[in-house]
């Protein structure tokens, strides 16, 4: 299973390489949404440069490509009858492999967004309950701030303190490597 493993995080990595904000940008309004705005290949930069019909669509393709290599990984994972917890584990370090494409394109030339939607989709996959409660933790955030970068710092300390509360998870690799993310 290790080979498999090591093919899913390859895969994942470069799955999360697809600069979903940079080929909507280019390709349907001919700019580069890295030379506008705060020059982040992401969701937040996409809506407020080409409005919230690019800024969505742009989040659903992050979130899908999040998801869909953890997801795969699961479902053949389990047909293996491989422990949860190690699946669980290498879904994490499928997911965080996901993250750096996103971050650090290899299609990109290595300037991509900051990986929170590419993250939830993998949460969504790995642990739906505790993405739906980062989500919620993500809106409140938002409603009473008005920034978007301050829910994700939220979220991270939020996460950190869960999982250290939770001693089937008291040190996780994946909320210590997540740190860069936000």
């Known amino acids: 299973m290790n ?25 349907k309004f001919g700019k580069d949404v890295r030379n506008m705005g705060s020059g982040n ?12 019909k690019a800024g969505l669509l742009t989040l659903i393709l992050d979130v899908a490509k999040g998801a869909i290599p953890t997801a795969a990984y699961i ?30 394109p290899v299609f990109g030339g290595f300037k991509g967004g900051k990986g929170v939607a590419t ?21 409140v955030i938002l409603w009473l701030s008005s920034y978007v970068s301050w829910p994700p710092s939220f979220q991270l300390c939020f996460s950190r303190a869960w999982w250290h509360g939770n001693s089937r998870f008291r040190w996780h690799p994946f909320w210590c490597g997540a740190s860069p993310f936000c």
């Not at 994972?77 to 370090?93: K, R, V």
């Not at 642990?127 to 933790?137: E, T």
């Open 41 to 52: 290949a992401g969701a937040t930069n996409m809506a407020r440069n080409f409005g919230k």
């Open 119 to 139: 993250l939830l989709g993998s949460m969504l996959v790995v642990h739906p309950q505790f993405a739906l409660i980062g989500l919620l933790f993500f809106v």
């Open 3 to 27: 080979n498999i493993m090591f093919l899913f995080i390859a895969v994942g990595y470069l799955i999360g390489s697809i600069p979903f904000a940079v080929l909507i940008s280019k390709y």
């Open 75 to 104: 479902t053949i994972a389990a047909s293996h009858s491989q422990t949860t917890a190690l699946n669980e584990m290498s879904a994490f370090t499928i997911a965080y492999a996901t993250g750096l494409g996103h971050i650090f």
